[in-house]
């Protein structure tokens, strides 16, 4: 999986929106919080990182927030 494919899938998720925090560092976030990142990862556990570190930040997220 590249790095577009990663973002599009990334920012395919409910409620995830793109954001540049640090100047050339693409993030994607869901209420205002980080849960991916472009780095270094190897492919084949990218998806399932993104998948996990999504579902965390949305179960803490206020209801009103969830998308």
Known sequence: ???D???A???GKPGAV??????GD???EVGGKIFAL??????AELRELVDESY???VAR???SKRP
């Open 18 to 23: 793109a954001d540049e925090p640090w100047e």
């Open 1 to 3: 999986m590249n790095h």
């Open 26 to 28: 693409l993030v994607a």
């Open 61 to 63: 997220l206020p209801r």
């Open 9 to 11: 899938y990334a920012l």
């Open 38 to 43: 472009d780095g270094t990862v190897p492919a």
């Open 55 to 57: 579902d965390a930040i």
């Open 5 to 7: 494919e990663i973002a």
